[in-house]
């Protein structure tokens, strides 16, 4: 039974959540503004945060940010729950560290599917038994360990979901994955269910990252109608 951290200042909307994932035997807690969820959590951990991000006070961008800076938090994953669904909302999230994003109106059996997901991957080994210490493609280097990034320009702290599907290209290079077969190798979702816009998001945020131009991927590159994939020939220029 894992425990469920919902912030939002609309209680009819906790309550909602609060009732429906107890069906799921979830044990579930409740916050009604960004600091009293950050309290609770503190002397409660959770296993999953569910965060509103229009709230009095405290927006749920800060309070995961908050979450991402707290070393007591800051591997419990979280997804945000929230009416603000337009793309530029939903990059905001993720660049505070959010590990999916669904919008109001939603559906019940979708959000417990998203549930499941994320709890099924914040619960399992990040690797293999013996993970590699690091995949080097050309000129870029990934640390398994430290989940860093090193590019002939930088390296870069990855977060967790960002660091899952750089390990997952960089595993299978020069190998195309559609939107949906990340959704499932990545972020471990049933066939044909999550959003092409939680993969294209996270793409987007890592090209930010590694991309020396990221309007103009060497790296990670997309393949008109077929998906994404990590270049091992851009890799060995500069």
């Known amino acids: 039974m894992a425990t469920i951290l919902v912030i939002d200042d609309d209680e009819l ?3 909602t959540l609060q009732r429906t994932l107890k069906v799921y035997d979830h044990h579930v807690m409740v916050a009604n503004s960004g600091i009293e969820g950050l309290q609770l959590a503190r002397r409660h951990p959770p296993d999953l945060f ?4 229009m709230m009095p006070g405290t927006d ?3 309070v995961c940010r908050q979450i991402r800076g707290d070393p007591i938090l ?3 994953p979280v997804l945000f729950l929230t009416a603000k669904a337009k793309d530029e909302d939903k990059i905001e999230g993720f660049r505070a560290g959010a590990d999916d994003y669904l919008s109001k109106p939603f ?3 979708e959000l417990q599917l998203r549930v499941k997901a994320v709890l099924r991957r914040a619960n399992a080994p990040a690797l293999a038994a013996e993970p590699p ?3 080097i493609v050309g000129n870029v280097r990934l640390d398994c360990r430290s989940f860093e990034i090193s590019t002939p320009a930088n390296t870069i702290l990855l977060t967790n979901v960002q660091f899952d599907l750089l390990y997952h290209l960089m595993s299978h290079v020069d190998q195309v994955f559609n939107s949906q077969q990340l959704l499932q190798d990545v972020w471990d979702y049933p066939r044909d269910t999550g959003s092409p816009e939680l993969v294209r998001a996270h793409i987007k945020n ?3 990252k590694i991309e020396p131009i990221p309007s103009k991927p060497r790296y990670i590159l997309t393949i008109q109608g077929h998906g994404y994939m990590f270049s091992s020939e851009a890799t060995k220029d500069g």
Do not use: A, F, H, K
Not at 50 to 53: E, G, P
């Open 50 to 53: 569910i965060l509103d991000i």
């Open 206 to 208: 890592l090209r930010e």
């Open 13 to 15: 909307v906790s309550r």
């Open 107 to 109: 559906n019940m059996e």
């Open 74 to 76: 800051l591997d419990v």
């Open 60 to 62: 749920g961008y800060t």
């Open 133 to 135: 210490s690091e995949i």
